[in-house]
Protein backbone atom coordinates (compact mmCIF):
# COMPACT_ATOMS: atom_id res chain seq x y z
CA UNK A 1 0.00 0.00 0.00
CA UNK A 2 1.53 3.62 -0.88
CA UNK A 3 0.71 5.79 1.38
CA UNK A 4 -1.27 9.31 0.31
CA UNK A 5 1.38 12.24 0.62
CA UNK A 6 -0.77 15.11 0.87
CA UNK A 7 -1.81 16.28 -3.20
CA UNK A 8 1.22 15.06 -4.97
CA UNK A 9 -0.57 12.59 -6.25
CA UNK A 10 -3.92 14.04 -6.81
CA UNK A 11 -4.76 15.37 -10.43
CA UNK A 12 -4.69 19.14 -9.15
CA UNK A 13 -1.71 20.60 -7.38
CA UNK A 14 -2.23 22.38 -4.00
CA UNK A 15 -2.30 25.83 -4.44
CA UNK A 16 -6.13 25.89 -5.78
CA UNK A 17 -7.27 25.68 -2.08
CA UNK A 18 -10.39 27.59 -1.81
CA UNK A 19 -13.65 25.55 -0.35
CA UNK A 20 -14.83 26.57 3.19
CA UNK A 21 -15.72 23.27 4.80
CA UNK A 22 -19.70 24.21 4.41
CA UNK A 23 -19.00 23.95 0.47
CA UNK A 24 -17.45 20.36 0.22
CA UNK A 25 -19.85 18.91 2.77
CA UNK A 26 -22.51 19.75 0.15
CA UNK A 27 -20.47 19.12 -2.53
CA UNK A 28 -19.24 15.55 -1.19
CA UNK A 29 -22.42 14.39 0.83
CA UNK A 30 -20.54 14.18 3.73
CA UNK A 31 -21.51 16.36 7.53
CA UNK A 32 -18.27 18.47 8.40
CA UNK A 33 -18.12 16.47 11.20
CA UNK A 34 -17.17 13.18 9.44
CA UNK A 35 -14.53 15.48 7.16
CA UNK A 36 -12.75 16.49 9.95
CA UNK A 37 -12.69 13.02 11.91
CA UNK A 38 -11.70 11.31 8.62
CA UNK A 39 -9.21 14.01 8.59
CA UNK A 40 -8.17 14.39 12.18
CA UNK A 41 -8.11 10.19 12.63
CA UNK A 42 -7.07 9.13 9.84
CA UNK A 43 -5.78 11.54 7.41
CA UNK A 44 -7.56 11.27 4.36
CA UNK A 45 -7.28 14.98 3.56
CA UNK A 46 -4.73 18.02 4.38
CA UNK A 47 -6.37 21.21 3.99
CA UNK A 48 -4.79 24.18 4.00
CA UNK A 49 -5.26 27.34 6.89
CA UNK A 50 -6.07 30.67 6.94
CA UNK A 51 -4.41 32.95 9.58
CA UNK A 52 -7.31 32.44 11.35
CA UNK A 53 -7.10 28.79 11.34
CA UNK A 54 -10.49 28.35 8.79
CA UNK A 55 -9.89 25.37 6.84
CA UNK A 56 -9.86 25.51 3.46
CA UNK A 57 -9.91 22.50 0.82
CA UNK A 58 -9.06 22.38 -2.88
CA UNK A 59 -10.62 20.68 -5.74
CA UNK A 60 -8.54 17.81 -5.32
CA UNK A 61 -9.38 17.38 -1.46
CA UNK A 62 -13.11 17.61 -2.48
CA UNK A 63 -12.50 14.84 -5.40
CA UNK A 64 -10.60 12.75 -3.02
CA UNK A 65 -13.49 12.75 -0.44
CA UNK A 66 -16.19 11.87 -3.04
CA UNK A 67 -14.06 9.20 -3.50
CA UNK A 68 -13.90 8.18 -0.03
CA UNK A 69 -17.47 8.55 0.37
CA UNK A 70 -18.04 5.84 -2.39
CA UNK A 71 -15.91 3.48 -1.25
CA UNK A 72 -16.89 3.56 2.10
CA UNK A 73 -20.82 3.39 1.00
CA UNK A 74 -19.27 0.07 -1.12
CA UNK A 75 -18.73 -1.53 2.11
CA UNK A 76 -14.57 -0.20 2.45
CA UNK A 77 -13.39 0.90 5.92
CA UNK A 78 -12.27 4.43 5.86
CA UNK A 79 -9.28 3.24 7.87
CA UNK A 80 -8.11 0.76 4.94
CA UNK A 81 -8.71 3.49 1.96
CA UNK A 82 -7.88 6.74 3.51
CA UNK A 83 -3.96 6.56 3.25
CA UNK A 84 -4.25 4.97 -0.73
CA UNK A 85 -3.22 7.37 -3.39
CA UNK A 86 -5.34 8.92 -5.47
CA UNK A 87 -4.79 6.71 -8.43
CA UNK A 88 -5.16 3.87 -6.03
CA UNK A 89 -8.25 4.82 -4.65
CA UNK A 90 -9.80 6.18 -7.86
CA UNK A 91 -8.82 2.28 -9.54
CA UNK A 92 -10.33 1.06 -6.63
CA UNK A 93 -14.12 2.88 -6.62
CA UNK A 94 -13.86 2.03 -10.46
CA UNK A 95 -13.31 -1.93 -9.63
CA UNK A 96 -16.02 -2.21 -7.22
CA UNK A 97 -18.58 -0.03 -9.27
CA UNK A 98 -17.40 -2.84 -11.45
CA UNK A 99 -18.07 -5.55 -9.81
CA UNK A 100 -21.21 -4.51 -8.20
CA UNK A 101 -23.06 -4.32 -11.81
CA UNK A 102 -24.00 -7.93 -12.22
CA UNK A 103 -25.16 -8.79 -9.38
CA UNK A 104 -28.32 -5.83 -8.02
CA UNK A 105 -28.11 -5.12 -4.50
CA UNK A 106 -29.99 -7.05 -2.40
CA UNK A 107 -32.89 -4.96 -0.33
CA UNK A 108 -31.05 -6.46 2.76
CA UNK A 109 -27.73 -4.41 2.08
CA UNK A 110 -29.15 -1.02 1.05
CA UNK A 111 -26.84 1.67 1.94
CA UNK A 112 -23.76 -0.12 2.45
CA UNK A 113 -23.14 -1.18 6.12
CA UNK A 114 -26.47 0.61 7.02
CA UNK A 115 -28.31 -2.49 7.89
CA UNK A 116 -25.06 -3.40 10.82
CA UNK A 117 -26.06 -0.52 12.58
CA UNK A 118 -29.61 -0.74 12.51
CA UNK A 119 -29.37 -4.17 13.86
CA UNK A 120 -26.68 -3.02 16.39
CA UNK A 121 -29.23 -0.14 17.28
CA UNK A 122 -32.43 -2.43 17.80
CA UNK A 123 -29.91 -4.61 20.15
CA UNK A 124 -29.13 -1.97 22.39
CA UNK A 125 -32.88 -0.88 22.48
CA UNK A 126 -33.88 -3.98 22.97
CA UNK A 127 -31.28 -3.87 26.10
CA UNK A 128 -32.15 -0.31 27.11
CA UNK A 129 -28.94 0.82 26.26
CA UNK A 130 -28.27 3.63 25.69
CA UNK A 131 -24.66 3.91 25.71
CA UNK A 132 -24.27 1.24 23.05
CA UNK A 133 -27.26 3.04 21.07
CA UNK A 134 -25.05 5.78 20.89
CA UNK A 135 -21.90 4.41 20.08
CA UNK A 136 -24.13 2.44 16.92
CA UNK A 137 -25.53 5.97 15.93
CA UNK A 138 -22.14 7.71 15.93
CA UNK A 139 -20.19 5.26 14.34
CA UNK A 140 -22.45 4.99 12.20
CA UNK A 141 -21.98 9.02 11.13
CA UNK A 142 -18.45 8.15 10.70
CA UNK A 143 -19.16 5.11 8.40
CA UNK A 144 -22.18 6.54 6.29
CA UNK A 145 -22.74 9.65 4.10
CA UNK A 146 -25.52 12.16 5.40
CA UNK A 147 -28.21 10.64 3.40
CA UNK A 148 -27.53 7.21 3.57
CA UNK A 149 -27.04 7.99 7.12
CA UNK A 150 -30.91 9.13 7.27
CA UNK A 151 -32.69 7.41 4.54
CA UNK A 152 -31.42 3.64 5.17
CA UNK A 153 -30.45 4.31 9.37
CA UNK A 154 -32.56 6.53 11.48
CA UNK A 155 -35.53 6.18 9.42
CA UNK A 156 -36.23 2.65 9.59
CA UNK A 157 -35.10 2.79 12.85
CA UNK A 158 -37.81 5.17 14.03
CA UNK A 159 -40.18 3.33 11.45
CA UNK A 160 -39.38 -0.13 13.36
CA UNK A 161 -39.62 1.12 16.78
CA UNK A 162 -42.98 2.53 16.40
CA UNK A 163 -44.25 -0.75 14.47
CA UNK A 164 -42.74 -2.98 17.36
CA UNK A 165 -44.27 -0.17 20.13
CA UNK A 166 -47.88 0.19 18.05
CA UNK A 167 -47.60 -4.15 17.98
CA UNK A 168 -46.85 -4.14 21.56
CA UNK A 169 -43.56 -6.37 21.41
CA UNK A 170 -41.79 -2.83 22.86
CA UNK A 171 -42.16 -1.25 25.63
CA UNK A 172 -43.26 2.19 26.20
CA UNK A 173 -40.06 2.78 28.21
CA UNK A 174 -37.80 1.52 25.38
CA UNK A 175 -39.69 3.45 23.03
CA UNK A 176 -39.01 6.77 25.07
CA UNK A 177 -35.03 6.25 25.66
CA UNK A 178 -34.53 4.89 21.88
CA UNK A 179 -36.67 8.58 20.78
CA UNK A 180 -34.40 10.46 23.34
CA UNK A 181 -30.88 9.13 22.34
CA UNK A 182 -31.39 9.58 18.29
CA UNK A 183 -32.71 13.28 19.23
CA UNK A 184 -29.66 13.91 21.07
CA UNK A 185 -27.72 12.47 17.62
CA UNK A 186 -29.95 14.32 15.45
CA UNK A 187 -29.34 17.74 17.33
CA UNK A 188 -25.38 16.57 16.80
CA UNK A 189 -25.64 16.20 13.42
CA UNK A 190 -27.90 19.90 13.04
CA UNK A 191 -25.11 21.85 14.22
CA UNK A 192 -22.78 20.66 11.83
CA UNK A 193 -25.16 20.34 8.86
CA UNK A 194 -24.40 23.88 7.52
CA UNK A 195 -28.23 24.47 8.23
CA UNK A 196 -27.03 28.40 8.70
CA UNK A 197 -25.73 28.59 5.05
CA UNK A 198 -26.14 31.19 2.92
CA UNK A 199 -28.56 30.04 0.53
CA UNK A 200 -32.71 30.58 0.27
CA UNK A 201 -34.48 29.86 3.11
CA UNK A 202 -36.60 27.03 4.17
CA UNK A 203 -39.12 27.03 7.41
CA UNK A 204 -38.95 23.52 9.00
CA UNK A 205 -42.17 22.78 12.01
CA UNK A 206 -45.05 20.71 12.72
CA UNK A 207 -47.93 21.90 12.89
CA UNK A 208 -50.84 22.15 15.96
CA UNK A 209 -51.46 18.79 17.09
CA UNK A 210 -48.35 16.96 16.28
CA UNK A 211 -46.07 16.83 18.58
CA UNK A 212 -43.24 14.15 16.86
CA UNK A 213 -40.53 16.28 16.06
CA UNK A 214 -37.97 14.22 14.89
CA UNK A 215 -39.02 14.01 10.92
CA UNK A 216 -38.69 17.68 11.08
CA UNK A 217 -35.22 18.08 12.62
CA UNK A 218 -34.22 15.28 10.15
CA UNK A 219 -35.64 17.15 7.14
CA UNK A 220 -33.95 20.89 8.78
CA UNK A 221 -30.47 18.24 8.46
CA UNK A 222 -31.40 17.25 4.88
CA UNK A 223 -32.14 20.85 3.80
CA UNK A 224 -28.96 22.33 5.62
CA UNK A 225 -26.72 19.43 4.01
CA UNK A 226 -28.22 20.99 0.30
CA UNK A 227 -26.92 24.55 1.09
CA UNK A 228 -30.53 26.25 2.30
CA UNK A 229 -30.84 28.58 5.57
CA UNK A 230 -32.86 26.68 7.79
CA UNK A 231 -35.31 28.10 10.87
CA UNK A 232 -35.77 25.27 12.54
CA UNK A 233 -39.32 26.13 14.56
CA UNK A 234 -40.38 23.97 17.90
CA UNK A 235 -43.25 21.62 17.10
CA UNK A 236 -47.02 22.11 17.65
CA UNK A 237 -46.61 25.83 16.05
CA UNK A 238 -49.83 27.10 15.11
CA UNK A 239 -50.42 28.32 11.37
CA UNK A 240 -50.09 31.89 11.92
CA UNK A 241 -47.11 31.69 13.59
CA UNK A 242 -45.54 29.54 10.84
CA UNK A 243 -46.36 32.26 8.42
CA UNK A 244 -45.01 34.85 10.54
CA UNK A 245 -41.69 33.32 10.63
CA UNK A 246 -42.15 32.72 6.54
CA UNK A 247 -42.70 35.89 5.82
CA UNK A 248 -39.98 37.75 8.04
CA UNK A 249 -37.48 35.00 6.69
CA UNK A 250 -38.49 35.48 3.14
CA UNK A 251 -38.69 32.35 2.77
CA UNK A 252 -38.81 30.51 -0.41
CA UNK A 253 -40.65 27.60 1.27
CA UNK A 254 -42.04 25.75 4.52
CA UNK A 255 -42.02 22.09 5.12
CA UNK A 256 -44.06 20.51 8.15
CA UNK A 257 -43.56 17.09 9.19
CA UNK A 258 -46.38 15.45 10.44
CA UNK A 259 -46.05 12.11 12.19
CA UNK A 260 -49.18 11.39 14.39
CA UNK A 261 -52.14 11.19 14.59
CA UNK A 262 -53.55 10.36 10.98
CA UNK A 263 -56.78 11.90 12.18
CA UNK A 264 -56.57 15.54 13.78
CA UNK A 265 -59.39 17.13 12.71
CA UNK A 266 -57.55 20.52 13.68
CA UNK A 267 -55.21 19.86 10.90
CA UNK A 268 -57.44 21.01 7.94
CA UNK A 269 -58.24 23.99 8.70
CA UNK A 270 -54.94 25.01 10.43
CA UNK A 271 -53.38 24.19 6.55
CA UNK A 272 -55.76 26.27 5.27
CA UNK A 273 -55.32 28.73 7.42
CA UNK A 274 -51.17 28.46 6.55
CA UNK A 275 -51.99 28.73 3.08
CA UNK A 276 -53.95 32.04 2.81
CA UNK A 277 -51.41 33.68 5.20
CA UNK A 278 -48.15 32.79 2.52
CA UNK A 279 -47.80 34.02 -0.97
CA UNK A 280 -49.23 32.15 -3.46
CA UNK A 281 -45.50 31.47 -5.14
CA UNK A 282 -44.49 30.18 -2.06
CA UNK A 283 -43.71 26.48 -1.62
CA UNK A 284 -45.49 24.42 1.05
CA UNK A 285 -44.22 20.72 1.23
CA UNK A 286 -45.51 18.01 3.83
CA UNK A 287 -44.22 14.59 4.42
CA UNK A 288 -44.34 12.02 7.09
CA UNK A 289 -46.12 9.01 8.49
CA UNK A 290 -49.41 10.66 8.75
CA UNK A 291 -49.50 12.80 5.78
CA UNK A 292 -51.21 10.50 3.36
CA UNK A 293 -54.01 10.49 5.73
CA UNK A 294 -54.19 14.43 5.02
CA UNK A 295 -54.07 13.98 1.13
CA UNK A 296 -57.37 15.75 0.25
CA UNK A 297 -56.57 18.87 1.75
CA UNK A 298 -52.80 18.87 0.76
CA UNK A 299 -54.01 18.97 -2.54
CA UNK A 300 -56.79 21.58 -1.53
CA UNK A 301 -54.03 23.87 -0.32
CA UNK A 302 -51.85 22.78 -3.38
CA UNK A 303 -49.31 21.39 -0.83
CA UNK A 304 -46.66 19.07 -2.73
CA UNK A 305 -46.70 15.61 -0.25
CA UNK A 306 -43.26 13.90 0.12
CA UNK A 307 -42.81 10.17 0.47
CA UNK A 308 -38.90 10.10 1.61
CA UNK A 309 -35.88 12.51 2.33
CA UNK A 310 -34.69 11.54 -0.93
CA UNK A 311 -38.03 13.54 -2.04
CA UNK A 312 -37.02 16.33 -0.39
CA UNK A 313 -33.34 16.39 -1.82
CA UNK A 314 -34.90 16.47 -5.19
CA UNK A 315 -37.69 18.90 -4.65
CA UNK A 316 -35.20 21.44 -2.81
CA UNK A 317 -32.84 21.28 -5.54
CA UNK A 318 -35.55 22.00 -8.14
CA UNK A 319 -36.52 25.23 -6.15
CA UNK A 320 -33.54 26.00 -6.08
CA UNK A 321 -32.57 25.70 -9.89
CA UNK A 322 -36.29 27.21 -10.58
Known amino acids: MFIYNHLSESPMSSHDAAHPIQVVARRTGLTADVIRIWERRYGAVSPQRTP ?29 VAQLSFDELHALVATD ?22 QLCLDAVERMDSEALERALD ?65 VTTPVGQNHELGALMAAITAGSEGWHVVHLNPNTPADEIAASALATNARAVALSMVYPPDDPRIGDELRALRRHL ?14 AYEN ?22 LRAD
Open 139 to 203: GAAVALTLPVLLETLVTPLLRTIGDRWHAGTLRVGQEHLAASVVRSFLGRLSRTSNMDGAGPTLV
Open 279 to 292: PAELTLLVGGAASN
Open 97 to 118: RQASLPTPRRSGQAGGSAGRFL
Open 297 to 318: VLHEVDAVRLETLADLRTRLQW
Open 52 to 80: TGRRLYSDADVQRLQLLREATEGGRRIGD
